[in-house]
């Protein structure tokens, strides 16, 4: 079984729609998590951490559901500049990346 | 600030042949460095840890005499891929944790723009 595992989409949706995919890991241990975004052919980049009481930042909603091992990501009002793979990221002594879930917004 | 660098950003070489692959932490002293590689759709997976003048960790099924890794310097490590085949054309990132700049995180990892290797 992979540490994190995600839909991989793509998800198309329409500029200004909300759009929300999610990711389990399977280790019950982990400690820290995270959402990166990655656009094609470039590195990892930060998007934000995830706390377990849900935090907020800007258009993007992260919550985090220890009890059945899963992180979700919410994007309000997409913007075509929010086309990129999101990738789950769970950490105990190392990080553990998922394949990435692929969102396109069209105009 | 927390600015890494990689040097190829990418590279092509004949089979059978090594490539190096630099990453430097530009402004910030990178005690550990972290070596990843992604397939095409797939997650980045971590080969090997490094901390500054110790050898280099390598994860489960990384072969340590084909990837040979130096961090000589807090803000210098390499990555060698000796006699490189086709199945080792992939993209190579390295991230770099460390200290010595204002808002510089000990436990974040930065990314380098990574290395895309093909090998003919």
Redesign the interface.
Known sequence: R?E?EQD?GPFNVPEGATVAFNCTYSNSASQSFFWYRQDC??????LMSVYSSGNEDGRFTAQLNRASQYISLLIRDSKLSDSATY?CVVSLY???????TTVTVRA | GAVVSQHPSWVICKSGTSVKIECRSLDFQATTMFWYRQFPKQSLMLMATSNEGSKATYEQGVEKDKFLINHASLTLSTLTVTSAHPEDSSFYICSARGEGLAGVSGTTQYFGPGTRLTVL
């Open positions: 992979k994190v991989p052919r470039k590195e990892p980049k930060l990738l190392k990080l553990s990346f998922g394949a990435g």
